[in-house]
């Protein structure tokens, strides 16, 4: 018997076998196009119910076997489950792409639309919501558009599925055929002890005596932030510049032009002028000239604070050029390359380096004397009990529900009488569970089926004599993912598809992004953050010091950030995308560069966001849910961070309505106004009074 082919309300994580998926999934997709078959064929007048709730629902089992499928896949994995879900994959794709370019359903939900504006059927707000989706998804799959260039925009896509993979694949190829391999215990100087034995583990790993650097994060940055050794910077920023650029197989300067040049293509095809136009439609920000007077504000008012901060960093390095710099020279290999000796300019090389010191002499604390002020249960719990504060919410454990691992712990949430949902909440690394944290959903709320949830960690375990510390850092993820998870959770919607953070791609982090700011509230942090064997309550002088080390360089990061922005905007608002020259030019052209730039380095051949990823014209979401988020919690914090009523009108207005309107529309609700970044540069610490007011 197949567990997952019978009827379940909990995912029955207990009974399922590695063989159960494949029949599952295949059987799930069958019986969803038998009813999608049956949608398209329908002799019936085509009605709300028949054709837009029919849809929706038609694939319903398909979804729950796949989540548990697909979720169980990055947080509890194993061979087999890879291959099963390789396999499958490719079968739950190609049938999305079936129903989408299928003309009968088009017509018929079309028909359904003309037939609702002739006869002013009046639709509720959430129904004429699900409506406009399903349409538009239709159309921008290209269902609308003549025979060939249908055929041709489903052409584009494939062959742009393979370049975004080619595209990754070379700068991969690039990153690791390049490496830094040092047999002086002296080159080392100023790496910490940690960055050292991890680099001594590398260079065992590959038989080879001494330390190995590579590009990947976790060793190339340390590297620039603490080698003391400007030329070895030099270097490893020079190599790492030039990913995906150094000409030959893996030069990705032809792919992105031609990915460049499809995307253009496609847009044009669905009768767009450029591609960002096309993706910007279906986001908060709803268009380019609003994206471009986003962008250009906000770097108007963060421009003179990088500046600013350029300048420390000079001062800085003047300082140490008398101290420092001059021994290190004395070690310089010079190499053709380089710069001059002389230079006493800040190189790109140079800042992360310098900021780090800056920091230092700062805010210098140990962020590790932070850890025993947050046990995870501790936090845990103080998290529940600011639910509880903000929506009269309890948070039951259930030891009876089924669970995939036994590190998971499942609650039960309820509002008074109400059952809410469930909460999955798995915390802790293991070989099967992929890096990071996230939220996911086994079930979606729609109707009267509540949702159950799952919150993904990689927090550090407890051992036999201590519980899981947390860094600050950590309480701060924690935060992240609870917010998206009670986004789903308060839900109350009619329709799964735009239930909990089923929203548009620049709105979805705001709510997430916005519970991060009670970590920084001695208000909120005094009512849990205790050492774990004393009781002592987590000194405010520590609190301070994160909270002004947050905002160190933040005008010059903020700027970094904008830079890729207009980049990725640059590449996608071109109409010949065969036209353009190197990706270096493209991107020079774009950033505001206070740095010198360096020939050969470039940020876009392995800007795998926007060519590898699906943050193509999407980059300066980021900025945007800074911006809504700092904005919405001006409110909370001018009405007090508990205030009931405050947060009752964030439910009522945001959380509950998951996508059934337009985030604009909610946030004007809740907030009376349209968003303001000044609360955001106010946060930042970046606002000075003669600032005008700035809107999005
Ligand atoms: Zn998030």
Known sequence: MNILLQEWELPPFDQIRIDDYEPAVRAAIEEAEHNVEAIATSTE???????????????????????????????CTSEALQEVVMRLEPLMTRFGMKVMTDERLYERVKSYELRVKRAGERLTVEQKTLLDNTLKSFVR???ALPPEQREQYKKNEEELSELKLRFSQNALADLNDWTLHLTDEADLVGLPQSVRAAAREEAQDRGLDGWLFTLAAPSY???MTYSDRRDLREKMYRAYGSIGGRGGEHDNNEVIRRIVALRAEQARLLGYDTYCDYVLEDRMVQSLPNLRRFMQ????????????????????TELSERNLIKNIDENRNDSDDSVSEKEDSVMPWDFSYYAEKLKQQRYSFDSEALRPY????????????LYGRLYGLTFTEDKSVPIYHEDVKVYRVADGDREMGLLYLDMFPRPSKRSGAWMTEFRGQYGDVRPQIQVVCNFSKPTSDTPSLLR???????????????????????????????????????????????CYEPEFLSTF???????????????????????????WLCLRQLNLGFTDIAFHTVSDGSAIGKAEEVEAKAMTNLLPRISGCCTATSFSHIFGGGYASG???????????????????????????TATAFRREILSRGGTEHPAVLFKNFMGREPDNQALLRRMGLLNPESLTINL
Request: overall charge negative; proline content about 4%.
């Open 619 to 645: 980059y300066y979401g980021y900025k945007w849910a800074e911006v809504l988020d700092a904005d919405i919690f001006s409110r909370f914090k001018h009405d007090g961070i508990f205030n009931r009523d």
């Open 374 to 385: 947050f046990p995870l249960d501790a936090v845990r719990e103080g998290i529940f009990a």
């Open 529 to 555: 953050a205790r050492h774990y064997r004393t009781g002592e309550l987590l000194p405010t002088g520590y609190i301070e010091k994160i909270r002004a080390a947050q905002n160190h360089m933040a005008g």
């Open 45 to 75: 007048e085509p009605t709300f119910e028949n054709t837009v709730v029919a849809l929706e629902a038609a694939d319903r089992r398909l979804q729950r076997v796949s989540a548990i499928m697909m979720n169980l896949n990055e947080c």
């Open 141 to 143: 799959h290209g269902v």
């Open 221 to 223: 940055t340390p590297f």
């Open 297 to 316: 504000e906000l770097k108007d008012a963060v421009l003179p604070a990088a500046q600013s901060d350029l300048a420390e960093i000079k001062s800085l």
């Open 472 to 518: 600050f850092r950590e309480v701060e993820t924690f935060m992240h993912e609870m917010g998206h998870a009670m986004h789903g959770m308060l839900s109350d919607v009619s329709f799964e598809s735009l239930s909990g953070t089923n929203v548009k791609r620049d709105f979805v982090e705001m709510p997430s992004q916005v519970m991060e700011n009670w």
